[in-house]
Nanobody, 116 residues
Framework: QAQLVESGGGLVQPGGSLRLSCAAH????????MGWYRQAPGKQRELVAG???????NYADSVKGRFTISRDNAKKMVYLQMNSLRPEDTAVYYC??????????WGQGTQVTVSS
């Protein structure tokens, strides 16, 4: 059974850094496009960053230059390094795995709070 497990969220001061991790279980990880989404209170879920099975990456404009997505196919892990965090980055962050529109899996989410 497919399962994505996020970790690494928490409370950080503005300007600080966090690294989110997502462990994938029960999927053919190498074939999936992996992504990080976030949802702030009262807002729609939005794509933060994605990485294809071939390693191509894309980012939301709001995080370009601050966040970096990466994957380790051998460990079935995907990461999101978040630097220069801002209060507006506060949200629940979700790991996502997809193959086109055929297969889609979500993690349970991890809270990131940026506040002084």
């Amino acid at each position: 059974q497919a399962q994505l497990v996020e970790s690494g969220g928490g409370l950080v001061q503005p300007g600080g850094s966090l690294r989110l991790s997502c462990a994938a279980h029960g999927i053919l990880f190498n074939s999936y496009t992996m992504g990080w989404y976030r949802q702030a209170p009262g807002k729609q879920r939005e794509l933060v960053a994605g990485i294809s099975s071939g390693g191509s990456t894309n980012y939301a404009d709001s995080v370009k230059g601050r966040f970096t997505i990466s994957r380790d196919n051998a460990k079935k892990m995907v990461y999101l390094q978040m630097n220069s965090l801002r209060p507006e980055d506060t949200a629940v962050y979700y790991c996502h795995a997809a193959i086109a529109t055929i297969l889609s899996h979500w993690g349970q989410g991890t809270q990131v709070t940026v506040s002084s």
